[in-house]
């Protein structure tokens, strides 16, 4: 099982959901606390779960209360994930992008190449 609560960034969700895919087996569990966000960038955090082979086994809206993230809406959801059949994580290498909101360009979103964007 992991926990990981990542930067609200698509970068930052894909890098802290392939470290959990590489941690855990068939069946294993994680939990993702990420900040609701623009539908645009939830489908694409939505997709990379399913394409590191995992599925949503529950979702926790408002899990986790932050003062001082108003770009948040002030709270970010929890997902429960269950590892379908062997995950498979989608960054293996070196991650050297930026992972935060301040250091993302355009509107505060990363956008990491890849096949997940």
Known sequence: MTFTDPPYT???????????????RQGGSVFLSFGPGRPGVSVRVQWA????????QALTRDFNRCLGAGVLGGASNLYHLIAAGEPHPLVTETFARPLYTADAPSRGVSRPSGRFV
């Open 10 to 24: 698509l970068a930052g969700a894909v890098l802290f959901l392939s470290r959990a895919a590489a941690a855990v």
């Open 49 to 56: 779960i399913g394409g590191m082979g995992f599925a949503i």
